[in-house]
């Protein structure tokens, strides 16, 4: 039986043609980042710090663990 399922083997890239931000302004080229991880992982910490170098985290976060409510609620 082989473990290979439990191996983290890096990260995904999206590089999507382009992006609807708020106001209605298309970036091209925009990327998209995903961060997850288990039960007090470091999640937050790194959502968290991708939001204070300006990284668009969504329309309504929840403070305590930088999550866009709205996503979540999808």
């Not at 890096?10 to 995903?34: K, Q």
């Not at 170098?53 to 979540?72: H, L, T």
């Amino acid at each position: 039986m082989s473990d290979d399922g439990l191996i983290n083997k890096g990260v995904i890239i999206n590089r999507p043609v382009g992006i609807d931000r708020p106001g209605g302004l298309a970036v091209r080229g925009g990327r998209t980042f995903i961060v997850t991880g288990l039960h007090r992982s470091g999640t937050s910490l790194v959502a968290s710090v991708l939001q204070q170098a300006g990284v668009f985290m969504g329309r309504q976060i929840n403070d305590a663990v930088f999550e866009d409510e709205e996503m979540a609620r999808s």
